[in-house]
């Protein structure tokens, strides 16, 4: 697949989670000892701001975390209209958009309007400098999710207004050992035609095409063993593994996320030392065990456990005890 599109994706940015922030930071600091997390308003000075072309005045209090290659924002937002009502009163909240830097965002919206994406907000005069900027787009029918570009300020983000936990609290509780992110997951109906506009309408790729499921030695879902098969479609933007998952048979988690809300950012897989210890504490914790697969990799030895975390952290986390080349 040759790329078509004129943009020039820099890299990833984060992925963007929609909930109220003390409590879903708390969640991912307390049991995974995921922070430290620093907290800025967007909307808070001059920022400019459209929501389907009409101008609002939009406030979003936001938190940002680094796991290895991977930025999480957790967004609340704080006035009305903003873009996140539909998750939010369809959901409560839940993974919402994937963020790429883009070198000029004018230049890369006027190439997205070109190709057909609809923008839907926009930000413009992020930053102490005030040239950041972020606009998302239509993108969820061809791509999954949507999809933001984001230009970023050349002075920097905004300073945070708060850190948690505070400095003097870094001592972590979790018992939970997280090594870093595997790759974020979204949930998608075709993986190939879904690579396919990554590719062509933003340069992402090359893909790998994979089917995953055949090959494991044991699957379960909800503690049952069962057999399934997703086509998965890989590809690294900059540092960060992205997977975009077709469900081709079999119960999983990721059918169910397709069956109850359609396309999306279904999860992120995070690498943990010892899997048996850490599916204990997510146990003790109150997570359900939603599924699991063992026996996958070029060693046979890769396991892989998905836990119901989706409402206190908006997201499907997955912990794996990944092989060396899996």
């Given at each position: 697949?040759?790329?078509q ?14 909930k109220?922030v ?16 620093q907290?800025?308003?967007i ?23 680094q ?11 704080l006035?009305r ?30 190439e997205?309007e ?9 930000a ?8 950041g ?12 999710t ?8 050349s ?10 936990p ?10 939970i ?11 998608v ?14 340069g992402?790729?090359?893909w ?18 069962v ?13 960060m593994?992205?997977?975009l ?11 169910d996320f397709?069956?109850q809300?359609g396309?999306g ?10 899997l048996?210890q ?7 914790l ?7 697969v063992?026996?996958?990799?070029p060693?046979g030895?890769g ?11 908006g997201?499907?986390?997955e912990?794996?005890?990944v092989?060396?080349?899996?």
């Open positions: 697949m040759e790329k599109g004129k943009l020039e994706i820099r890299g990833a940015f984060h992925i963007a989670i929609i109220e003390d409590r879903t930071i708390e969640r991912f600091w307390n049991d995974f000892g995921i922070g430290p997390w907290i800025i308003t909307g808070a000075g001059s920022e400019r701001m459209t929501l389907r072309g009409k101008p609002i005045f939009g406030k979003v209090r936001a938190a940002v975390t796991v290895g290659p991977l930025m999480i924002a957790v967004d609340q937002p006035s209209p903003n873009p996140y009502e539909e998750i939010l009163d369809q959901r409560g909240g839940g993974a919402h958009h994937l963020a790429l830097i883009v070198e000029r965002l004018d230049q890369a919206t006027e997205m070109r190709m057909g994406y609809k923008e839907i907000t926009s413009y005069g992020i930053g102490p400098s005030g040239d900027a972020g606009a998302y787009f239509d993108t969820i029918g061809h791509m999954g949507v999809i933001e570009l984001a230009q970023l300020p002075g920097g983000m905004p300073p945070p207004e708060g850190v948690f505070s400095p003097d609290k870094l001592t972590k509780a979790s018992k050992t997280i090594r870093g992110a595997v790759y974020v997951a979204i949930a109906r075709d993986a190939g035609k879904a690579a396919e506009h990554y590719q062509k309408d933003l992402i790729g090359p790998k095409m994979v089917t995953f499921g055949p090959e494991v030695k044991k699957a379960t879902y909800r503690k049952k063993t057999s399934f098969a997703v086509k998965r479609a890989l590809a690294q933007v900059g540092p593994a992205l997977a998952e077709q469900p081709l048979s079999g119960p999983s988690p990721l059918q397709l069956d809300n396309q950012i279904q999860r992120i897989c995070l690498a943990v030392d010892a048996g850490a599916t204990e504490e997510m146990q003790r109150g997570y359900e065990e939603l599924g699991a063992y026996g996958f990799g060693k030895d396991e892989a456990r998905c836990f119901d975390t989706e409402k206190s952290l997201i499907v986390i912990l794996a005890n092989s060396d080349g899996a």
